[in-house]
Structure formats: C-alpha cells, structure tokens
C-alpha cells in the first residue's frame, strides 16, 4: 500500500512539474522599445526584411545576415547581405514583394513609417510582424536600439558586446581632459546645399564628449546653413564627412571668404568617414574615433 501511495505522489509531482515547464515555455516575454512600444519576442525568426541601412547594420552585428532576404537600396554595401538579397526603394516599398518574401518580421524606420502606417496593415493581415525603430538622437538611443533589436531576435550576447565597444569609447572621451574648447563646424552636405546639424542629435554629443562646441549647437536638429553663419562662427575645426566620386573636401580650402575661418587658415578640415557618422549603429564606434581625432589628435590609436 505504501508503495501504491509513494507512486501516485511522484506522479502527481511529475505531472505538476510538467505543467509548471509547459506554462513556463509558453509564456509571452514582452519588450518595449526605446519609444515605450511593446512587442511580443517571437519563439524564432527565420527571415527579415529591413528597409535601412542602419537596421541592416545593426542586425548583421546581431549575427542576422544570413536571415535578411530584403534590404534597401543603401544597404547593399553593408558586408555578410547573401549575394540574392532583394533590394527595396526604402521611400516606395513594394508591399506585394515583401507579402511574397513572407518574412517573419519587417523592420521599419521613421522615413518608411511616418504618416502612412495604415499602409503597412496588408502585411499585418498577412501575419507580418512590424516593428518601427525611430530615428536616434543621442548615442544612448543607439545603444538603445541595439539592445532592443538583440532581445526581439534573442541575441543578447552579441548585443552586449556591441553595446560594450560603444560605451567604451564614450568612457575614453569621458576621461580625457581636453583643455580649452574649441569651436568645430561638421558639413554634411558641401556647398552649394550646406546642411549641418545642431542639438539634439547624436553628432552634437560626440562633438562635446569630446571637450568642443558645435559651432549650431544652440539650433535643433538637422539644418541648412549657410557661408556667412559659419564664417561668423569662425570655427577652429572642420569636420565633413561629404564623400562622392568627384568631389574632394580640399574645395573647402578654396571657398570665397572662408580664407578668414581659423580652420581654414590653420588647415585643420578633416573628412571623416559617412557611412559611420550617418547611421546609428554599433559603427558609430568608428565614427566616435574619427571624429575625436579631428577635433582632438591622438585621442584614439
């Protein structure tokens, strides 16, 4: 009788761990993102359709290239795409080809999103999950974004360690001691359609981590500018990260009544590189270093 009972007891336990285990598996783990939105984590993901480049570089930093089957037009030069991997007019997307590529999840920015999110409700009512990553303004909403983006596709360990080497390089700015700041101008589209940048956008921050003023920091957000305000602002620094087959930065050296700017008198203009400087990324890293040697020389090996 004893026996009976020791057996009906570890039944009933085996029965309930069981239970205890199914439950626990099919529970919903729940994330937000950096605007407050929440997502359910899918059991897994298959295929991805990203439709910017700073989506497409943060997923194959994720490990993800092999699971993209569509990007945009400017993310074709990010490395690990599969060489069949469809391309997609990012402002214009063609919803029956992403409905036929019958991706699991479509990653949207603001530029695909804004305004016309009931166009996106075809690929909904096709099971298309749709998340939209808003534009970054400050390198904690990259870091932000690449945390998200790791914990939607459960690979939080590569996304740590991105999140590391950015957070790493903004502590070296933190401690370093800079001295006296100085004025930097960044152009990120050259003359005769000047267009800068001023706060409230990540470019401006690494620009003070690194001891120096952005020349339109008192401005917010993307901006045109024009010749007379940045001869005005007389500027110790000029950053540009223009690059287009044609065009060299060297034309800023010739611009009429640029010769009286200190940066240009001093030849202190410096290109650096735009790819890592325009997407808010895990690259950033690079554009972090570059831009802090520009403005400060040596801070990075």
């Known amino acids: 009788m004893k026996k009976l009972i020791s057996l009906a007891l570890t039944v009933v336990i085996l029965v309930t761990i069981t239970a205890c285990t199914q439950t626990s598996e099919n529970k919903e783990v729940k ?28 997923l194959s930093g994720l490990g993800l290239s092999d699971k993209i089957v569509a990007v945009d037009t400017y993310s074709a030069d990010i490395d690990g795409l599969k060489s069949d991997v469809e391309l997609l007019d990012m402002q214009n997307l063609d919803m029956e080809k992403i409905i036929d590529l019958k991706p699991d999840v479509v990653v949207l920015n603001e530029i695909n999103y ?6 996106y409700d075809l690929l909904k009512q096709s099971g298309i999950e749709i998340i939209n990553i808003e534009a970054a303004d400050s390198v904690q909403d ?14 939080e360990e590569k996304g740590n ?23 930097v101008y960044f152009e990120i589209s050259a003359a005769p359609y000047l ?46 990260n223009v690059s287009y087959e044609g065009y060299s930065f060297e034309e800023i050296y010739s611009r009429a009544g640029w010769n009286v700017i200190s940066a240009v008198k001093n030849k202190q203009i410096y290109l650096v590189d735009a ?18 040697n520009a403005i400060r020389p040596g801070t990075f090996e």
Do not use: H
């Open 275 to 292: 790819n890592s400087t325009s997407r808010a990324s895990q690259n950033i890293v690079k554009g972090i270093k570059e831009i802090a």
């Open 195 to 240: 267009y800068s940048f001023g706060n409230s956008t990540y470019l401006n921050e690494i620009i003070g981590l690194c001891g120096a003023e952005n020349i339109y920091a008192n401005e917010a957000g993307w901006l045109s500018n024009s010749d007379e305000s940045v001869i005005n602002a007389n500027p110790d620094v000029i950053i540009t």
């Open 31 to 58: 994330i937000t993102d950096k605007s407050g939105a929440e997502y359910i984590v899918p059991d897994k993901i298959q295929s991805i359709v990203s439709t910017s480049a700073t989506n497409t570089e943060i």
């Open 114 to 119: 804004s305004g016309v999110a009931d166009k």
């Open 161 to 183: 360690g991105l999140v590391k080497d950015i957070e790493d390089a903004v502590n070296t700015l933190k401690e370093s001691d800079f001295g006296d700041k100085v004025k």
């Open 142 to 155: 990259i870091i932000d974004d690449i945390t998200f983006m790791s914990k939607y596709t459960k690979t």
